[in-house]
């Protein structure tokens, strides 16, 4: 059974900085989702991601299927971007049954 | 792209009551997934749903507890049987469409619940 490890649990960071958040895996997979997910508990999906580099606006997510690692960066951030991140992999089995993160809380801070 | 309402966004219910969540989705999908979120945890899938057939449950989860319908290719519905506080979590409906890269999982805003 694939585990998914994120890094860090917790992030608080400053207006306008970089930010970076790692997820680890441990079994081979298709595709990787990143997810936002906000204080009421909607959920975003922000990529799926199979390969390389995608980039939407001031996200960027990066893949490297070799070494069963993904990360999301969020470049000059906004605290409207404060919410939990969270990547999830295929667990096999439904197609929609995926193995979720604990997630990332960020809080940007004005 | 899939957008998804949930009814209700949220409820406080006694525990031994039922409570039966909707989700509607503004195309027709094949699979409706709902998944299960408790307080500090990370979301579990519950079961798939598809239409015009038995819903599959994922281990841990039983039709018993959790039945769901799908009468048509654009709603499901989650009913939470016999409710006791270990049920309060946000429960959260998804179907796989296109997104602007391709195969997206899409999610609804969620239903908060609270059992007493």
């Known amino acids: 059974k694939n585990e998914v490890e994120q890094s860090p649990q917790n992030l608080t960071a400053q207006e306008g900085e970089f930010i970076t958040i790692n997820c680890s895996y441990s079994?081979?997979?298709?595709?990787l989702h990143w997810l936002q997910q906000h204080p009421g508990g909607g959920i975003v999906s922000l990529f799926m991601?199979?390969?390389g580099k995608k980039k939407h606006g001031r996200l960027i997510a990066t893949i490297n299927i070799q070494e069963k690692h993904s990360s999301l960066h969020i470049t000059a951030s906004h605290p409207r971007d404060s919410a939990v991140y969270i990547c999830?992999?295929?667990?096999?089995?439904?197609?929609?049954?995926?193995?979720f993160g604990k997630g990332t809380k960020l809080s940007v801070k004005p | 792209s899939a957008v998804i309402s949930q009814k209700p966004s949220r409820d406080i219910c006694q525990r031994g009551t039922s409570l039966t969540i909707q989700c509607q989705v503004d195309?027709?999908?094949?699979?409706m997934f709902w998944y299960r979120q408790q307080p500090g945890q990370s979301l579990t899938l519950i079961a798939t749903?598809?239409?015009?057939?038995?819903?599959?449950?994922e281990s841990g989860f039983v039709i018993d507890k959790f039945p769901i319908s799908r009468p048509n290719l654009t709603f499901s519905t989650l009913t939470v049987s016999n409710m006791s506080p270990e049920d309060s979590s946000i429960y959260l409906c998804?179907?796989?469409?296109?997104?602007?890269?391709?195969?997206?999982?899409?999610f609804g805003p969620g239903t908060r619940l609270t059992v007493l």
């Open positions: 999830a992999v295929p667990a096999g089995g439904s197609q929609g049954n995926l193995i």
């Open positions: 195309s027709q999908v094949t699979m």
């Open positions: 998804s179907v796989e469409g296109r997104g602007r890269g391709g195969n997206e999982q899409f």
């Open positions: 749903a598809n239409q015009g057939s038995e819903a599959t449950y």
């Open positions: 079994v081979g997979i298709s595709a």
């Open positions: 991601l199979s390969s």
